[in-house]
């Protein structure tokens, strides 16, 4: 039996509780962008509790897989006691990247909000979706675009300041590649913040 993609443009109206755990992921991601990182941030929830939190950290520890969602998701597996997080739900600020996918479906994590699109390395829909692959053992359900404009703006003011850098030359945090403002931007006739 082939599956259909299951990404859906924001949450459905009855969906409650999608706008309170994406503004915990916001406050996450705003973390992410006082320490220099790149501002994405991410909440495991799982019967309307915060299981784990979590933002980027790949600049100050050196750890290419310190994104938001592994990060949040080691932090409620460990609250959880296992690595199943059955019936919990990601959410993130930024269309997860094929790793980070990889994560949600070993989790068995039941559904995933994203804020917004990434059409240059968004495993959800965007570039990729493995959501709902029929060749793989789990999928989960996908929302994407809640509080989508929110969370490109707060990308958007960071890549702005990151190429501007203090001689107003190209520079990225901590020495390393300059990061492509557009990698993290909304699909064009999504509202493209670019």
Request: net charge negative.
């Given at each position: 039996?082939?599956?259909?993609?299951?990404?859906?443009?924001?949450?459905?109206?009855?969906?409650?509780?999608?706008?309170?755990?994406?503004?915990?992921?916001?406050?996450?991601?705003?973390?992410?962008?006082?320490?220099?990182?790149?501002?994405?941030?991410?909440?495991?929830?799982?019967?309307?509790?915060?299981?784990?939190?979590?933002?980027?950290?790949?600049?100050?520890?050196?750890?290419?897989?310190?994104?938001?969602?592994?990060?949040?998701?080691?932090?409620?597996?460990?609250?959880?006691?296992?690595?199943?997080?059955?019936?919990?739900?990601?959410?993130?600020?930024?269309?997860?990247?094929?790793?980070?996918?990889?994560?949600?479906?070993?989790?068995?994590?039941?559904?995933?909000v994203f804020?917004?699109?990434?059409?240059?390395?968004?495993?959800?829909?965007?570039?990729?979706?493995?959501?709902?692959?029929?060749?793989?053992?789990?999928?989960?359900?996908?929302?994407?675009?809640?509080?989508?404009?929110?969370?490109?703006?707060?990308?958007?003011?960071?890549?702005?300041?990151?190429?501007?850098?203090?001689?107003?030359?190209k520079s990225?945090?901590?020495?390393?590649?300059?990061?492509?403002?557009?990698?993290?931007?909304?699909?064009?006739?999504?509202?493209?913040?670019?």
């Amino acid at each position: 039996m082939e599956r259909k993609a299951m990404v859906h443009d924001k949450a459905a109206e009855g969906e409650v509780g999608h706008d309170l755990f994406m503004s915990a992921a916001l406050d996450e991601a705003r973390r992410a962008g006082e320490k220099e990182e790149v501002p994405v941030g991410a909440v495991v929830v799982c019967d309307g509790e915060i299981l784990g939190r979590g933002h980027n950290l790949r600049e100050g520890t050196g750890d290419p897989t310190s994104h938001a969602e592994i990060v949040a998701i080691r932090e409620a597996a460990a609250r959880r006691g296992g690595w199943r997080l059955t019936g919990a739900t990601l959410y993130v600020t930024l269309e997860p990247c094929i790793m980070c996918v990889g994560a949600v479906l070993q989790a068995r994590l039941s559904s995933l909000v994203f804020g917004c699109y990434d059409p240059k390395g968004g495993a959800c829909g965007s570039l990729y979706d493995f959501s709902d692959d029929i060749r793989l053992n789990h999928s989960f359900t996908v929302y994407g675009g809640v509080r989508g404009s929110e969370a490109a703006e707060l990308l958007t003011r960071f890549f702005a300041r990151l190429r501007k850098g203090r001689d107003g030359t190209k520079s990225a945090p901590h020495g390393g590649d300059a990061v492509d403002v557009r990698s993290c931007g909304e699909d064009v006739g999504r509202g493209e913040f670019l």
